[in-house]
T-cell receptor, first 113, second 114 residues
Framework: SQQGEEDPQALSIQEGENATMNCSYKTSINNLQWYRQNSGRGLVHLILIRSNEREKHSGRLRVTLDTSKKSSSLLITASRAADTASYFCATALTTDSWGKLQFGAGTQVVVTP | KAGVTQTPRYLIKTRGQQVTLSCSPI?????VSWYQQTPGQGLQFLFEYFSETQRNKGNFPGRFSGRQFSNSRSEMNVSTLELGDSALYLC?????????????FGEGSWLTVV
């Protein structure tokens, strides 16, 4: 079963626009990580946010975490065609979850030049 | 620094055969985990190894097995292949010892069962 649910399932935007996707999860977490996957490729790590953090930035990426609502959001600013990919949130449930993540179904983002 | 390396990248097997996939983690990483990705089920955790010991196991039949060597390299094996085993198999590595480490993934091994 999947812990997280991404919303929306698909997103189509133009270059230069911002893209926002949300992730909701069901149980308490230790941390949440966001990944990008280009078609047929592996997962590229974007950001890790711990349960005691509320916001993190990395370049054009901004991640927020609201543990009271059990939700996270990923914002990509000034999107580029190269941002076209599927984006996944993944949660580590406990301190014992060293390499074990539970993934959502992902958001498919298409950025049109 | 090299990333997580998986071999082979693509393979085709026949029902009933077995397959072995290999994973070399990032240098210094001792935790290796495996995931299966299919269009229908998404990304699902298979198992995790640390210091040659299986720490966690997902909900997969016993046909799926793995092991880790003293150099942290890992292999997973699927025996008696079924059509439904066709998937992208992803290996991931991290430092281990805590849930707070970044987990890095390889490019995956595409398995097609015919």
């Amino acid at each position: 079963s999947q812990q997280g649910e991404e919303d929306p399932q698909a997103l189509s935007i133009q270059e230069g626009e911002n893209a926002t996707m949300n992730c909701s999860y069901k149980t308490s977490i230790n941390n949440l990580q966001w990944y990008r996957q280009n078609s047929g490729r592996g997962l590229v790590h974007l950001i890790l946010i711990r349960s005691n953090e509320r916001e993190k930035h990395s370049g054009r990426l901004r991640v927020t975490l609201d543990t009271s609502k059990k939700s996270s959001s990923l914002l990509i600013t000034a999107s580029r065609a190269a941002d076209t990919a599927s984006y996944f949130c993944a949660t580590a449930l406990t301190t014992d979850s060293w390499g074990k993540l539970q993934f959502g179904a992902g958001t498919q983002v298409v950025v049109t030049p | 620094k090299a990333g997580v390396t998986q071999t082979p990248r693509y393979l085709i097997k026949t029902r009933g055969q077995q397959v072995t996939l290999s994973c070399s983690p990032i240098s210094g990483h001792r935790s290796v985990s495996w995931y299966q990705q299919t269009p229908g089920q998404g990304l699902q955790f298979l198992f995790e190894y640390f210091s040659e010991t299986q720490r966690n196991k997902g909900n997969f039949p016993g046909r799926f097995s793995g092991r880790q060597f003293s150099n942290s390299r890992s292999e997973m094996n699927v025996s008696t292949l079924e059509l439904g085993d066709s998937a992208l198999y992803l290996c991931a590595s991290s430092l281990g010892r805590t849930a707070g480490n970044t987990i890095y993934f390889g490019e995956g091994s595409w398995l097609t069962v015919v």
